[in-house]
């Protein structure tokens, strides 16, 4: 068995967390390369990056990148805590700490990109999506 993987959507920062290892924090910017896998993180010049997606997850309306190409905010989030979970190790259980002012519209349109991402669902079980005011009040009580 695994330690359980920690994941944090922030606008600004996406973060992926084990127990008794650093945390992996990265800008909110996802990348996609024609001859790799995509990335997370700063934009360094090369590739397609895509940024706003997070504030994106669940608008009909999609973000328009720079080649023209259309993708949808929930879609992209999926894949870049995908490339995040990848980045710690991966883990078991999963749980996702989602902005706690999201709806349930926006966060059933995050759990619906999920399912296509089997590395985070290990065993089959879906990743938990909490909102992050609860995970920041469970970090305060066990270390206050």
Known sequence: MTDALG???????LVAAREGR???IRRSIFTLHNDR??????YTGSGLPLAG????V????????????????ELVLAEALDVMARAAGGGAPVVIAVPAHWGPST?????G????????SPDGVPPG???????ALAGLQADP
């Open 7 to 13: 994941l944090s959507i922030g606008m600004t920062n």
């Open 22 to 24: 650093q945390p992996v």
């Open 37 to 42: 896998a995509p990335d997370v993180g700063e």
């Open 53 to 56: 997606f997070v504030e994106r």
């Open 58 to 73: 669940g608008d009909p309306v999609p973000l328009v990148a720079a080649d023209g190409s259309q993708h949808r905010g």
């Open 107 to 111: 966060v059933g349109a995050l759990r």
């Open 113 to 120: 990109a999920l399912r296509n991402k089997p590395a985070l």
């Open 129 to 135: 999506l909490v909102p992050d005011s609860l995970t």
